[in-house]
């Protein structure tokens, strides 16, 4: 036995309380930053050392593995190895996964089974669409399966689904949920969903096996109990059935993950649950200062949901006031972060991985990526992909690629096929079969495919005409691309290609609405930087940006490190802190978000998230909103985000618009000079002198020409005839030409 004091002497009186608690339903109402993985794991030390429990009938559980580590090194340091080695602590997945390996049998399974993790399961769920005849286009599998996992997490069946299917779409589910379901069981897997649903499965159909789990684990204690979905309430609700030792730790004003399935109503409705629960609020806050404390919680406190109110307080003194900061527009709001970041840096008294910048969409972190890196600053993007590197960024700039040089095989090859038109794998091999017998790029073996008379002979012709046809179009896009390019605006050309290739639709249909959506965001804000180039001339605003955002792309310098700028959604900030925290973005339509605005409950969820990231901070919290926002190359006023109306104005520091300014004018000036001379540089006439006549030489295939008519082009072959040179030649955007080299008048084009 431990003395109780060695185990209390580092807890305030409210986790005391906690920990000492008599047996039963307890519930821990728990604040940022107020210790609630010390009152977690002081709680089992007490009831082992203390109370005299055996720590072989208490189970832990957590939402993450790191959380789980968390948990156990402080307990080992608490009780000793031997005794933290007998407790039962993980995450609810690999708890379940363990109830399983014993007892699946019960439910005709066997106990080797596999566990499919995400892509396993799109492999599965493309094999259900090719067994029932259903096209990928029009039924895309991540949306399908998004829809099952819903259903699986409200312990929803397949015949369920189907029985109350009102949609296509829900029918069309329907048939593909009972498919998989069968798929995973002739593979002996499950998924990441069936091992809760399975466990309540067994539970709920084999009660014998139940009472075992039931008289083993006498204690149960979980971590974010806000963020429990059904299934996992439903767990806990069996386990805990029989001794009622169930404590729960949580914050309902940390609820945010209603996406991923995640019900607040499990911790609102606890005390219902168990009428003689002793509900503790941790309201000390050991993270931030109070002057941060108090603008959190004026917007929390206008929440329209119902919750236990708490006043959070801390010893850590005032602290700077929160500073609201105005920027013209997003590139302005994110150059004032980086100016600000600059001048904490130059002090000396914070370091880059002290510091956070969180945003409400990922779209937001290309403003912020750049201003970041005009100012050399490092960052990290965490849990994400770099703006440029996404992949519908990356396929976007793709066909741009292609806008400005078809011969840029990469590019090609990377849209050949997206948004999916029917080129298979097989009908791309045979193209660069073609192209590299020839010696020539990809776009000059689709010319030579539309030249030749007859189809058959061609890469899939005959049987596989329809793929010939397929492939005729797409270099009809192209050269339609370069036409469109050479008279339309950087902004205008986007708008065209983006409508043109249905990149909206094609992202829903692959993602589907909600991940789209978001994807579709990133494609706009991609359309938003055409902006900054409006005022060059149309020939080179493609070119210029093209290379600019090369530049970016290619920085490989900014590794992961721990020293650099935390770049994060509010949504993966969840349950970090920093010393230094930056809200950008705090603007009716972002945070709040648009989806959220008819709905009180997605409202409240917004108004959650703003209070997550506010109380990530220690010392100094930044919110930044901006005067104009640009949305599908349309800049509109913005209107400020309703939770800044919430905070009483003594709360906040409003910096002067024209001091930061002037922090700024000597970045400007330079971005400023730099985009004249480019642009000067760009518009002069050049000062080589034409080419006198034409060069004896003799041409060969893959060899770069330029023709007085036919503009740029690539030979295709070239052959003697009657003295003369017959060059075949491919031109951008004007198909394959047979010229002689007497009459052509061609030139190297790299002369």
């Known amino acids: 036995m431990t003395d109780s004091a060695a185990i209390l002497s580092a807890l305030n009186p409210a986790q005391q309380q906690a920990v000492t608690v008599d047996p039963g339903p307890v519930l821990v109402l728990a604040g940022p930053g107020s210790g609630k993985t010390r009152v977690l794991t002081h709680r089992v030390a007490y009831l082992i050392g203390v109370q005299g429990v055996d720590p072989h009938t208490i189970l832990a559980v957590t939402f993450t593995n790191k ?59 493309k094999r259900v669409l090719r067994d029932l005849n259903l096209d990928e286009k029009k039924h895309p599998p991540r949306a399908i399966h998004a829809a099952i996992s819903r259903a699986k997490n409200e312990l929803i069946t397949p015949s369920d689904y189907s029985r109350h299917a009102r949609s296509y779409f829900e029918e069309v589910t329907a048939r593909c949920f009972a498919r998989y379901q069968e798929l995973l069981r002739d593979s002996n897997a499950l998924d990441f969903d069936d091992l809760l649903v399975e466990t309540v499965r067994l539970f709920d159909h084999h009660p014998t096996v139940l009472e075992r789990y039931q008289e083993r684990y006498r204690f149960l204690l979980a971590d974010e109990y806000q963020d429990t979905n059904r299934a996992q309430y439903v767990l806990l609700k069996q386990l ?63 929440s329209a949901q119902r919750r236990r109110e ?97 011969f840029d095989d990469i590019s090609l090859s990377r849209v050949l096929n997206w948004p999916a038109r029917g080129i298979g794998q097989r009908t791309q091999e045979d193209l660069e079969r073609r192209a590299g017998a020839a010696a020539v790029p990809l776009y000059v073996a689709l010319q030579m495919l539309a030249a030749e008379t007859d189809p058959a002979s061609s890469a899939g012709g005959g049987a596989g005409g329809r793929a010939r046809n397929v492939l005729l179009g797409f270099l ?21 290609l983006f409508a043109q290739v249905g990149f909206r639709e094609a992202l829903q249909r692959e993602y589907g609405e909600e991940e789209g959506e978001d994807r579709w965001n990133n494609v706009l804000e991609l359309r938003n930087v055409a902006e900054n180039y409006a005022t060059l001339p149309i020939e080179s605003q493609l070119p210029t940006f093209l290379e600019e955002v090369a530049l970016v792309s290619d920085i490989d310098t900014l590794q992961e490190e721990r020293d650099a700028i935390t770049c994060i959604t509010l949504h993966q900030a969840k349950g970090l802190e920093f010393p230094v925290v930056f809200l950008v973005g705090l603007e009716e339509g972002l945070l709040p978000h648009a989806r959220s605005t008819d709905d009180r409950d ?91 006549g034409p060069r004896d030489v003799a041409f060969f295939a893959g060899q770069k020409v330029r023709h007085a008519q036919f503009g740029e082009g690539i030979v295709v072959s070239s052959k003697l005839v009657e003295g003369d040179e017959e060059v075949t030649v491919a031109f951008v955007g004007k198909g394959v030409k047979r010229l002689l080299a007497s009459f052509a008048n061609l030139q190297r084009a790299d002369d």
């Open 67 to 125: 959380a789980a580590r968390e948990m156990r090194d402080r307990l080992v340091a608490l009780i000793g190895a031997g005794q933290s080695a007998a407790l039962t602590v993980g995450t609810f997945h690999s708890i379940c996964a363990r109830f399983l390996r014993r007892d699946i049998v019960h439910l005709g399974r066997e106990r080797d089974f596999a566990i499919y993790d995400t892509d396993d399961q799109l492999r599965v769920m």
């Open 240 to 302: 805990a059935a029989r001794h009622r030792n169930i404590f729960v730790v949580g914050d309902e004003d940390q609820s945010v993950y209603a996406f991923r399935g995640a019900d607040i109503r499990n911790i609102l409705s606890f005390e219902q649950d168990y009428p003689d629960a002793q509900v503790i609020l941790l309201e000390q806050n050991y993270r931030s200062t109070q002057a941060i404390l108090d603008v959190a919680q004026a917007v929390i406190n206008r």
């Open 310 to 406: 708490k006043r959070l307080w801390t010893h850590n003194g005032a602290g700077a006031k929160v500073q609201l900061i105005e920027g013209y527009d997003q590139d302005e709001e994110a150059q004032l972060v980086a100016a600000e970041i600059a001048r904490l840096l130059a002090s000396g008294a914070y370091q880059p991985g002290d510091i956070a910048i969180m945003y409400r969409t990922n779209a937001q972190s290309r403003a912020v990526e750049e201003a970041l890196l005009a100012r050399q600053l490092r960052y990290v993007i965490v849990g994400g992909t770099r703006f440029y590197e996404r992949k519908e960024i990356k396929d976007a700039l793709a066909y741009l690629r292609l806008a400005l040089n078809p």
């Open 476 to 496: 009809s896009l192209i050269d339609e691309m370069i036409a469109q390019r050479q008279r339309l605006t950087l902004g205008a050309l986007m708008e065209w």
């Open 602 to 692: 997605a409202l409240d969820e917004e108004r959650r998230l703003f209070y997550v990231g506010a109380t990530r901070a220690k010392e100094r919290l930044y919110l930044l909103h901006a005067f104009r926002r640009t949305t599908y190359g349309r800049a509109d006023i913005a209107t400020p985000s309703r939770f800044l109306h919430d905070i009483p104005p003594d709360l906040l520091q409003r910096t002067p618009k024209r001091g930061y300014a002037a922090q700024q004018s000597s970045l400007f000036t330079n971005r400023a000079a730099i985009a004249r001379e480019q642009r000067q540089e760009r518009t002069q006439p050049s000062r080589r002198s034409a080419p006198d």
